[in-house]
């Protein structure tokens, strides 16, 4: 589990420090040998990390690349498939919590929480969301820890669904909240994407309790942190929600 | 120096190389310190990079650096390829490299007898690692186009072997790159001159 670190040392002043020594000539010789070691050295320590004007810029930058990757979206482009004897058993589990802390959403009491820009708002049932038209399909979840799992997860056509509740299409964001507190949004190209599916199976079997039951989003087209488990409440919006770890510096659109 | 040369000055490396230089030694320091935080999240190898070499604080942190720098890298890159090929000087400096030149080079190197009489020249070792770190470069930045954008370019990921594949080209580029700095800086140690005319051109 990453979690943010603290400031650990005030640093202006040791680049202060450093420059004031540059600007001695008699020094020059000797920094021409050493300078380029010490810039590789200034950048690795946490120094320019926790700089708040250095976190603003990046956190803006951040911003820039969601628009980028908006622009390279392209709706039509579908994920690799894979054949079954791919699929990774057992695939592996991953959350902001230990396997131990999952939640346990009773089956039978559950109602799934449509809100927003969306015409009906009436809540869905389980048995009622499984008669819904359902597909499966074989893709690679990709972590943003950098490791890969091909998966099995079969479901209904999320942009199906968004129809089916008569959402307004040309909204900016999907939001979802979820029964261990997570939190995500979406932009709607990527939820109207023909592979991303409001999950209620994993590997032929109802979406086990470890994989996020009773639903969740798979988006092929996505990060993981971006695939929410658990969902309670699908929101349809305008205003930007966030996101767990989004909320926390994680790129916003990340998508692949 | 004497001061005729001084009046009319030829740099040894023109502004715009010296530029892209530094510019690509600041994205390249950036993009090494911070992958290496990503690769910590989730190491191929049995091994893993220190904190302390590290950028970013944590794996968010780490991603925002690599996500910002890249685009100096590559912006920067382009930029350094078009003047290269352009201005004419990368057939003038880079070519001909002939196998045979390679060797003479390369023994007089290994046996320290190397000239640097004339840095405006490349001898044919420098020829070839400099060539090989810009192709390198191109790979690292194709490689990371795939494991950022997998799904958009399936042509570039279907030719690096699939995502899993293209970390391990991403991993190994890098590598190669870091090993091709670690010369570098010591070749600077042993000739502090050329750092003099990379910074100032003379």
Redesign the interface.
Known sequence: M????SPLVGDDAVVKEALSRLEQPARR?FM??T???G??SL????S???NPGAEA???K??RL?DKA?AW???PN????TYPDSMIVRPFPFNAFYDEDKVPDVDADAFRLEVSGMVADKRAWSLPELRALPHTEQVT?H???????AIGKWGGVPFSLFLRRVGADLNARYVGFKCADDYYTSIDMPTALHPQTLLALTFDGQTLPRRYGFPMKLRM??KLGYKNPKHIQAIFVTNTYPGGY?ED????WFG?? | MDTFNTDAPRAIHPLWLRATHWLNAVAVAILATSGWRIYDASPLFDFQFADPLTLGGWLGGALQWHFAAMWLLVANGLAYLLLNTGSGRLGKQFFPLSLRMLFVDLSAAVRGHLSHADPRRYNSVQRLAYLAVMADSVLLGLSGLVLWKSVQFPLLRELLGGYETARHVHFFAMAALVGFVGVHLAMVAVVPRTLRAMTFGR
């Open positions: 990453m979690i943010k670190q010789l021409q040998r300078l380029t070691l810039g590789l950048l690795t320590g946490c320019i990390t926790d810029a990046l956190e930058i951040s690349n990757q390279l979206f392209d482009q579908l994920a690799p690679r990709i972590c943003v820890e950098g490791w890969s092929p087209t770890w926390q510096g994680y790129n998508g692949s």
